[in-house]
């Protein structure tokens, strides 16, 4: 039995055309969606076609699929969870020879089973698909990845719905009936897809604020993912990452960088050609030089870090330029100056020593100055905003960062966007209020688009103490970005973000925080126990030297030997009670009721003896026993004991 279906429906003349056209214009590939067009619809009203087979259809879905997953792994290796978009935006190209082959076929439709490799081993399944309008939908998509436009985005697609349900509109009703209908439809779809995004945006921060109560990720030096885009609140930890120890070196506020990036795309940072190398040691000692050149001692900070990776990013003050710790089994470093230790998992402790000078300085590369296309117009308008005709790099640069801090705010709780709007064009146009990675990345591009190269960096910023650490922390929410702007011959910290960015975040603090803390710390205090010298806790461990003693004193007071010591110096009463059972328990040896090994006489004889004999119970015998026997006990006890166990065991016992 034959399956002869075929599915889709066809498309208005030029539509898929216009859609193609559409796409390249909103993704700067004007040129190839031009060529792209005039081809598939100049073959479909060519009079020649091909009839070809079902293989050769099979062999273009499998190029085509080809083509994709190479295309899916190079975006995601260089782009992680934004390269969905560089994969969305080039996805008419990947499948365009898909729609070619089917419009030069006579059939005009290609078999199932191109598109499901399962389906080739069905001979007498032959569905057909008319993918055009798949491919018009997916054009749709694509654009949605423009760079920085307006409302063209939104008028390509009006105009492509609307053509499509114009063309398919039925013919009996009148246009005023099926307006009315579309624009109910409208709104009531606007409503329907409101309320989903505002459900996803819910879950998303759920999901979000979860996940960052625990430092599972690893960050990685060679790819920074912003939050820029992110709709809502922020949801960020009150989890502790770091302890400085307190003392006279501490300079607060402290700024601990981890790691720098030079390329930005999609709203991600990332490192380019910037591999890791291992350092040497010091001959006999768990210490890295970094700077070589000899100079005088510097500033010395004692810090620990959570994480739960062998491989983990130190933060480290600018500057930096020793490193020791017995924990750190290998240090790396890369040519933008971030530190990667490999050490056990835990609270990681270790010295840095500072020196007055900005540490490693790595000259800039063409990448330090390089500015997205799609950036270029926004930036050029807001430097002429700004104003930085006739000003040196220095005074440029002071002025970019004034800029910021005299127009804009900062905000944890970010706008709703539409689709073809870009978060950061609308940072700098609109809004202008967002957290530190728009205050960054905005102040790296201008600073590149003023001629000044500059760099993404990312870390921590220490300003809070914490009385039950006796030390300085940093939170999960404490985490910062900032730039890096090459001035006067050195890399030099721009933060432009507003200071009250901390103040504002440590407000957010749950009630649960205390709590937090207490567990963290009893949790960090045995880590180190743990990983570090009992030697590191002497002056800890000594506190505990006189509640244990205490205790120790207390529990021998309560001990067995200890009451029964005081009950024989108390008279001959306890001397002679394990004498007076003695005639019972050779009466049950008599009867073959020996007790067990280790047994007590309280479970023996409830065991071996009756449970009433004489009108007296075993247990009654056994509670006046144990009085005796293990505290002093005045005379009425012991003669009431003698008077049971002579009505238990007989007048001839007696």
């Given at each position: 039995m034959s399956n002869a279906r075929e599915f889709g429906t066809p498309l208005p003349?030029?539509?898929?055309?216009?859609?193609?056209?559409?796409?390249?214009?909103?993704?700067?590939?004007?040129?190839?969606?031009?060529?792209?067009?005039?081809?598939?619809?100049g073959i479909r009203y060519a009079p020649l076609k091909w009839a070809l087979a079902e293989r050769e259809f099979h062999r273009a879905a499998d190029l085509t699929s080809v083509v994709f997953a190479l295309i899916t792994a190079v975006q995601f290796s260089r782009y992680s969870v934004h390269g969905i978009y560089q994969i969305l935006k080039v996805a008419p190209y990947c499948f365009f020879p898909l729609v070619l082959?089917?419009?030069?076929?006579?059939?005009?439709?290609?078999?199932?089973?191109?598109?499901f490799y399962s389906l080739r081993r069905q001979r007498d399944y032959a569905a057909r698909l008319d993918v055009?309008?798949?491919?018009?939908?997916?054009?749709?998509?694509?654009?949605?990845?423009?760079?920085?436009?307006?409302?063209?985005?939104?008028?390509?697609?009006?105009?492509?719905?609307?053509?499509?349900?114009?063309a398919a509109r039925p013919r009996r009703y009148a246009w005023t009936t099926w307006m009315l209908c579309l624009a109910l439809s409208a709104g009531l779809a606007l409503l329907t897809q409101m309320g989903v995004l505002r459900a996803q945006r819910w879950v998303?921060?759920?999901?979000?604020?979860?996940?960052?109560?625990?430092?599972?990720?690893?960050?990685?030096?060679?790819?920074?993912?912003?939050?820029?885009?992110?709709?809502?609140?922020?949801?960020?930890?009150?989890?502790?990452?770091?302890?400085?120890?307190?003392?006279?070196?501490?300079?607060?506020?402290?700024?601990?960088?981890?790691?720098?990036?030079?390329?930005?795309?999609?709203?991600?940072?990332?490192?380019?050609?910037?591999?890791?190398?291992?350092?040497?040691?010091?001959?006999?000692?768990?210490?890295?030089?970094?700077?070589?050149?000899?100079r005088a001692p510097g500033t010395r900070l004692q810090l620990s870090l959570q994480h739960r990776r062998e491989l983990s990013l130190l933060p480290a003050?600018?500057?930096?330029?020793?490193?020791?710790?017995?924990?750190?089994?290998?240090?790396?470093?890369?040519?933008?100056?971030?530190?990667?230790?490999?050490?056990?998992?835990?609270?990681?402790?270790?010295?840095?020593?500072?020196?007055?000078?900005?540490?490693?300085?790595?000259?800039?590369?063409?990448?330090?100055?390089?500015?997205?296309?799609?950036?270029?117009?926004?930036?050029?308008?807001?430097?002429?905003?700004?104003?930085?005709?006739?000003?040196?790099?220095?005074?440029?640069?002071?002025?970019?960062?004034?800029?910021f801090l005299d127009h804009f705010k900062y905000s944890l709780i970010q706008p709703d966007t539409f689709a073809?709007?870009?978060?950061?064009?609308?940072?700098?146009?609109?809004?202008?209020?967002?957290?530190?990675?728009?205050?960054?990345?905005?102040?790296?591009?201008?600073?590149?688009?003023?001629?000044?190269?500059?760099?993404?960096?990312?870390?921590?910023?220490?300003?809070?103490?914490?009385?039950?650490?006796?030390?300085?922390?940093?939170?999960?929410?404490?985490?910062?970005?900032?730039?890096?702007a090459f001035v006067d011959g050195q890399w030099q910290v721009i933060d432009s973000t507003p200071a009250t960015w901390y103040e504002l975040e440590d407000a957010r603090a749950t009630d649960w925080q205390t709590v937090q803390d207490l567990a963290a710390w009893v949790v960090y205090r045995y880590q180190r126990l743990a990983q570090a010298?009992?030697?590191?806790?002497?002056?800890?461990?000594?506190?505990?030297?006189?509640?244990?003693?205490?205790?120790?004193?207390?529990?021998?007071?309560?001990?067995p030997l200890a009451v029964r010591n005081a009950a024989r110096s108390a008279g001959a009463a306890a001397d002679a009670a394990p004498s007076l059972l003695a005639p019972l328990l050779e009466a049950l040896a008599a009867a073959g009721q020996h007790p067990a090994q280790g047994e007590t006489v309280a479970h023996f004889l409830r065991r071996a003896a009756p449970a009433t004999r004489g009108g007296v119970s075993s247990d009654e015998l056994v509670r006046l026993y144990y009085q005796l026997r293990y505290g002093p006990a005045p005379d009425a006890v012991r003669a009431r004991f003698i008077q049971c166990l002579i009505a238990y065991c007989g007048e001839s016992l007696a």
């Open positions: 003349p030029l539509w898929l055309a216009f859609a193609l056209l559409g796409w390249g214009l909103l993704t700067d590939n004007l040129a190839g969606a031009l060529v792209m067009a005039l081809l598939v619809e082959v089917q419009r030069a076929s006579t059939a005009q439709t290609i078999p199932m089973s191109a598109l055009a309008p798949y491919y018009l939908a997916m054009c749709l998509l694509a654009a949605s990845t423009g760079a920085v436009h307006d409302a063209r985005y939104g008028a390509f697609c009006v105009a492509i719905v609307l053509g499509l349900l114009s998303e921060d759920s999901v979000m604020y979860w996940v960052n109560q625990f430092p599972w990720a690893v960050n990685d030096a060679n790819r920074e993912v912003t939050a820029i885009g992110a709709i809502g609140r922020l949801k960020l930890s009150d989890q502790i990452r770091l302890r400085v120890s307190p003392g006279p070196e501490v300079k607060l506020p402290l700024l601990l960088q981890e790691a720098s990036y030079d390329v930005f795309h999609f709203g991600t940072w990332s490192a380019q050609q910037a591999p890791f190398a291992a350092l040497d040691k010091r001959a006999g000692a768990a210490v890295w030089d970094l700077d070589k050149v000899a003050p600018r500057g930096t330029r020793v490193v020791a710790s017995n924990e750190i089994a290998e240090l790396q470093r890369n040519r933008f100056g971030a530190l990667m230790a490999e050490s056990p998992p835990g609270a990681l402790s270790y010295t840095v020593e500072q020196g007055p000078t900005a540490g490693q300085q790595t000259p800039p590369t063409t990448d330090d100055s390089a500015v997205p296309p799609q950036y270029r117009a926004l930036l050029d308008e807001t430097l002429a905003e700004v104003g930085i005709d006739g000003l040196d790099a220095a005074q440029r640069t002071a002025r970019i960062r004034a800029f073809w709007r870009t978060p950061l064009a609308d940072f700098l146009r609109n809004t202008r209020r967002g957290h530190c990675e728009y205050f960054a990345t905005a102040s790296v591009l201008l600073l590149r688009a003023a001629g000044i190269p500059a760099r993404y960096a990312v870390g921590y910023m220490v300003d809070e103490y914490s009385p039950l650490e006796r030390a300085y922390i940093a939170r999960a929410r404490h985490a910062h970005a900032w730039a890096l010298n009992l030697s590191d806790f002497t002056d800890q461990l000594l506190w505990l030297v006189p509640p244990l003693a205490a205790l120790l004193y207390w529990r021998l007071r309560r001990s």
